[in-house]
């Protein structure tokens, strides 16, 4: 049984607050953790709420990594959702574990696009002539 892609659900507990309220600094982690995955970033898009929490977005040509935190509870929860097997999710992971100082981490892991009529290894990406093909 071959996906499409994989989805870390990383949960980040007892975080530094301080850098978990820093927008550049959580900004830069994703940035970084893409980059460490090998990833080919597309877009970055960061929020900081008042008085203190960050969402943002990493867009990935292999699909996204994102983040909500909450400083106030030393807690962040991550996303990283990747396709293809070029991409090493887990170092993301790790890279922000360490980044955010997190003493309580835990990482799901989730398979996504399970095509249950094939066994063969799935492409994550089909040409057009291909993609008319699919029925």
Same mark, same amino acid.
């Given at each position: 049984?071959?996906?499409?892609?994989?989805?870390?659900?990383?949960?980040?507990?007892?975080? @530094?607050?301080?850098?978990?309220?820093?927008?550049?600094?959580?900004?830069?982690? *994703?940035?970084?953790?893409?980059?460490?995955? =090998?990833?080919?970033? /597309?877009? /970055?898009?960061?929020?900081?709420? @008042?008085?203190?929490?960050?969402?943002?977005? /990493?867009? +990935?040509?292999?699909?996204?990594?994102? +983040?909500?935190?909450?400083?106030? !509870?030393?807690?962040?929860?991550?996303? +990283?959702?990747?396709?293809?097997?070029? +991409? =090493?999710?887990?170092?993301?992971?790790? !890279?922000?574990?360490?980044?955010?100082?997190?003493? @309580?981490?835990?990482?799901?892991? *989730?398979?996504?696009?399970?095509?249950?009529?094939? @066994?063969? =290894?799935?492409?994550? =990406?089909?040409?057009?002539?291909?993609?008319? *093909? /699919?029925?």
């Amino acid at each position: 049984m071959h996906a499409l892609g994989s989805h870390l659900l990383v949960e980040l507990r007892d975080c @530094n607050r301080e850098i978990l309220k820093d927008l550049q600094k959580v900004t830069d982690a *994703m940035v970084s953790a893409a980059q460490r995955a =090998k990833a080919t970033i /597309v877009d /970055v898009s960061f929020h900081e709420f @008042n008085p203190f929490g960050i969402s943002g977005m /990493v867009v +990935i040509a292999e699909s996204h990594l994102s +983040i909500h935190t909450w400083p106030e !509870y030393g807690y962040a929860a991550v996303d +990283i959702f990747t396709c293809g097997d070029v +991409i =090493k999710p887990e170092v993301a992971a790790q !890279y922000l574990i360490e980044k955010f100082e997190s003493r @309580n981490p835990s990482i799901v892991e *989730m398979k996504r696009g399970i095509i249950s009529h094939t @066994n063969e =290894k799935l492409p994550h =990406k089909i040409s057009d002539a291909e993609f008319q *093909m /699919v029925p």
